[in-house]
Nanobody, 124 residues
């Protein structure tokens, strides 16, 4: 079992930055692939970024590539999402998710554990 708690959301102006954190409980955090997803009002949840258990492999949605960076610190059981050059269309509730194993997936159904989400609002 893994429990996930996101933090770091807030209100920021377009062009600004935020760093989201996702703290995980459980001794096997380092064996889980981690992902970030987001859901804007009236839209389906969408994939943002994912990282393998070792941190050696990452994958990003085209919409955030070059602006967002996923990272993890297995010693702290924490995964991060650094978001730069934010745009109003990045406004959403951001969720972190975990799945056991090596492979990265963009489909939310592949992830077993989810946090409660943190709101990110980007003003124009």
């Amino acid at each position: 079992q893994v429990q996930l708690v996101e933090s770091g959301g807030g209100l920021v102006q377009a062009g600004g930055s935020l760093r989201l954190s996702c703290a995980a409980s459980g001794r096997t955090f380092s064996s889980y692939a981690m992902g970030w997803f987001r859901q804007a009002p009236g839209k389906e949840r969408e994939f943002v970024a994912a990282m393998s258990w070792s941190g050696g492999n990452t994958y990003y949605a085209d919409s955030v590539k070059g602006r967002f960076t996923i990272s993890r610190d297995n010693a702290k059981n924490t995964v991060y999402l650094q978001m730069n050059s934010l745009k109003p269309e990045d406004t959403a509730v951001y969720y972190c998710a975990a799945r056991p194993g090596t492979y990265l997936y963009t489909q939310d159904g592949r992830y077993s554990y989810w946090g409660q989400g943190t709101q990110v609002t980007v003003s124009s």
